[in-house]
């Protein structure tokens, strides 16, 4: 079956640095991955999509790629705030229209 | 605004018991989704409607049950059956096309005492 894993251990960051969160899976090629911000207590939003034949997305601070080689695809935040302190949900196609979610990162940004 | 809104927020059950969690969209979308979230886990799909007066199984649907009367509204009914109800549970919407975004609501965190 499809597995989505992130590093379950915190990422903890200083200000102004760049954060880079990880997504690994197997067992599937899926034509898209998301990511989503999940704060404590409420409902994911979604931050951004690659699809498989794209190599990196970008949307202000936030750079996705995605490398269907290695399975991987990497989150990276430029310029980090501590507004920016929240867990990221790695999605993917899990076919049809079913979407395989990943248990998240946590990541605190220290001022 | 548009948006998704799920009802109650926090949810109380005693064992044995029904209950029904409500999920509501103005956003015109035609496919609904109910997850479930546990601590250190990823969202677990429980059931997904595509289409007024459709629905298919997820991964997790034992013990749950939903209905889709209209396009706008998704309730996700969790039955005595459910083993391990205490969870919070999050619905969401898209506009059916594979690989859009989900829209989420708030959640609603059942605690079956």
């Known amino acids: 079956s499809q597995k989505i894993e992130q590093n379950s251990e915190a990422l903890n960051i200083q200000e102004g640095k760049t954060a880079t969160l990880t997504c690994n899976y197997t067992n599937y090629s899926p034509a898209y991955l998301q990511w989503y911000r999940q704060d404590p207590g409420r409902g994911p939003v979604f931050l951004l999509l690659i699809r498989e034949n794209e190599k990196e997305k970008r949307k202000e601070r936030l750079k996705v790629t995605f490398d269907t080689t290695l399975k991987q695809s990497l989150f990276h935040i430029t310029a980090s705030q501590p507004a920016d302190s929240a867990t990221y949900l790695c999605a993917l196609d899990g076919g049809g229209f079913k979407t395989i979610f990943g248990a998240g990162t946590r990541l605190f940004v220290k001022a | 605004d548009g948006g998704i809104t799920q009802s109650p927020k926090y949810l109380f059950r005693k064992e044995g018991q029904n209950v029904t969690l409500s999920c509501e969209q103005n956003l015109n979308h035609d496919a609904m989704y109910w997850y479930r979230q546990d601590p250190g886990q990823g969202l677990r799909l429980i059931y997904y409607?595509?289409?007024?007066?459709?629905?298919q199984k997820g991964d997790i649907a034992e013990g749950y049950s939903v209905s889709r009367e209209k396009k706008e509204s998704f309730p996700l009914t969790v039955t005595s059956a459910q083993k391990n109800p205490t969870a919070f549970y999050l619905c969401?919407?898209?506009?059916?096309?594979?690989?859009?975004?989900?829209?989420f609501g708030q959640g609603t965190r059942l605690t079956v005492v």
């Open positions: 969401a919407s898209s506009i059916g096309v594979m690989g859009t975004e989900a829209f």
């Open positions: 409607s595509q289409i007024v007066n459709d629905f």
